[in-house]
Each structure stands twice: as C-alpha cells, then as structure tokens.
C-alpha cells in the first residue's frame, strides 16, 4: 500500500500536469487531426502530410491522446476515432472543438496571469491581453462569432431546461442576452405554441439569427439589438437569462436584474441558468473551477444559493425553485415579489 506521502505527492504531479493534458487536447484541434482521422486518414506518416507537422512530435501527440481515451489504436495500426476525439471534428452539431481552441488559447493565456489575478482582483484576460474580455469579443474581428461558438459546445443541459419548467402557460419567451439562440431554440422546439426573442449586442445577433432561421422558422422568433444595462423588451412571458449574472459584480447584477423585473408583467418569471457554489462542505469541483475561471476570463464569479437570493432580492424578485441541470448547472427560477 502506498504511503499517505506518496499518494500525495501522486496527486500533487497530477494536478500539476493537468495543463498539458488541456494543452495536448488543444494541440489536436488546432491540427486537425480529428477531422482528418475521420476522413480515413490514421497514419502518422499521412497526419504529417496533411499537418505540415513533423512525425516525430506528432507521434509522441497521438500515443498520448490515444493513452487519455482522445483516440483509439496506435502508431503501427493507425489511430482512429474514441468518444472524445468524435466531439472535436469540426461543424457536427455536438462539435466541442471551438471550445477547446478558445480554452487553449485566449483562456490558457489569461489563466498565466493567476498569480496577479488573485492579488489585484482584476481579470487574468486582462492582465495577459490589456483589454477585458468584453471588449475583446466585441473589437476582435471574429472572436464573438466564435465564442458564442465555443459556448455552445458546453451547452447540453439546454434542451433540459424546456423539461423543467412548466411553459404551458406561457406564450412568448426572450432570451436575454442571448447569444447564439440555441437555448431559445431548445425550448422553440420543444414548445410549439410558443414564440420567442433573442435580445443581445448588435454584433452577436448574426449567429442567432443563422441559427434560429434553421431551427425553428422565421415566424416564431425576432432578434432585437439592445444593452441589458439600459433597458430589455417589454411583455413576455418568461425572460431566460444564461450564464450571464457570472460575468459581473453585484451592483451590476442588480442593475441588469431590475431592468428584466421592470420589464416583466406581476405574472412573468425569470429562469436563470448559473452554478451554485455549495456551502455544506459538500461542494463538487466543477462550480469551484468555474468560479475561478470567471475572475481568469472576466473578472466574474459564480455565486452561493445564498448570493443568488441577494442580488435577485435587490431587483425585486424572489426565489422560488431550483432545479439540478448537467454539468452541475443549475436552474433558477425567479418571480416578482
């Protein structure tokens, strides 16, 4: 039996390592190589070729991605396809591969900048770039399309959120600051009787639009441009709001949560779609991650139950159920108070 010091020093490489296992998976997307394995292409002599990479590091690349579970086989029968290396071939509808290019790149650099993050409480995208993220996405030349892109590919609890709460009643839905559409979309579908609203930044709504054009139809949905700081369209019947309260600091919360309240009719709801931080000793590892990575991204953090109540509390709402989501993501629904 292992000693409890070297178990802990096990555990001390592997959290240390856990970058380059990030960094080796980015490696595979920024090359490629999925979509050229599921072309038929296995062989590192031919991964080269197409690549432009050389045999010898790329060799070493694959033998550890197909050491992770990324790919199957090996150098002498070729590589194919596991479960994980399917979800990076690019433009599948469950493609996770702009995920991975952002995470490695634009976030990989801002979690370098940790150390001044956590001593001056400004964001480590903003140490490492000299912008905030916010601006970023906006100034950049494709970098909103393609985070909204990368956001997406995290997004497999939204179809659960059109199961889990009840929208007979309803009949219009907007999706505040709502990107790309696809959680509208999900619940769109899911729905028939309903209709909806993206409401967003004048440069995200091109996404939304391609986006719900194809999934639901013209005639079920309209995009309008606006800042939630200013004001959100008036008389819908329930306002989504996902994973946006994370990206800023109470006051800020409280402002745009004021704006959705005084948009709302006495009758509306609010669903917001966050990760809760527990407070019991008991909390899992991914909302303790994320909290982190949103101070890293954009000077952000996730919140306690408790947290939640106090800045919807300021806005004149209530609490009034939460509901568990995948990727320990939870569903809150709000209502005037």
């Known amino acids: 039996m292992p000693g409890t010091e070297t178990t802990a020093a096990r555990q001390v490489v592997d959290l240390i390592t856990g970058t380059w296992r990030a960094q080796a998976l980015h490696a595979a997307a920024a090359l490629s190589l999925p979509d050229h394995i599921a072309a038929g292409h296995g062989t590192v002599p031919a991964l080269a070729e197409l690549t432009g990479a050389g045999e010898d590091g790329l060799a070493r690349l694959l033998r550890l991605l197909a050491a992770l579970g990324v790919f199957t086989g090996d150098e002498e029968a070729g590589y194919g396809l596991g479960d994980v290396g399917a979800l990076l ?3 599948g509808e469950r493609s996770m591969r702009d995920m991975v290019l952002l995470y490695g790149e634009e976030f990989h650099r801002a979690w370098g900048a940790v150390v001044p993050a956590i001593l001056t409480g400004t964001s480590g995208f903003e140490h490492a770039f000299g912008t905030s993220l916010h601006a970023y996405l906006r100034e950049v030349p494709d970098a909103g399309p393609r985070f909204l892109r990368a956001m997406n590919a995290g997004n497999v609890f939204f179809p659960e959120v059109a199961a889990a709460f009840d929208f007979t009643r309803a009949r219009t839905v907007v999706d505040v600051a709502g990107g790309s559409g696809l959680l509208l979309s999900a619940v769109l579908q899911a729905h028939p009787h309903l209709t909806g609203c993206v409401f967003d930044l004048p440069h995200m709504l091109p996404v939304a639009e391609r986006h719900l054009s194809a999934a639901v139809g013209a ?4 995009t309008i441009a606006g800042d939630v700081f200013d004001k959100v369209p008036a008389g819908h019947d329930v306002y989504l709001l996902s994973r946006v309260l994370q990206d800023w600091d109470d006051e800020r ?20 779609l966050e990760r809760v931080v ?34 919807l509390g300021a806005a004149g709402l209530r609490l009034e159920s939460v509901h568990s989501l ?5 569903l809150l629904v709000a209502a005037p108070v």
């Open 326 to 330: 995948a990727l320990e993501t939870s």
């Open 278 to 311: 527990a407070t019991d000793g008991t909390a899992p590892v991914l909302p303790l991650l994320w909290d982190l990575h949103l101070l890293m991204a954009a000077g952000g953090r996730e919140r306690t139950l408790g947290g939640y109540r106090s800045v």
């Open 219 to 222: 005639d079920r949905y309209e």
């Open 253 to 272: 919360c409280v402002t745009l949560l004021a704006n959705i309240r005084e948009a709302m009719a006495d009758t509306g709801r609010l669903l917001v």
């Open 89 to 91: 071939v690019a433009g």
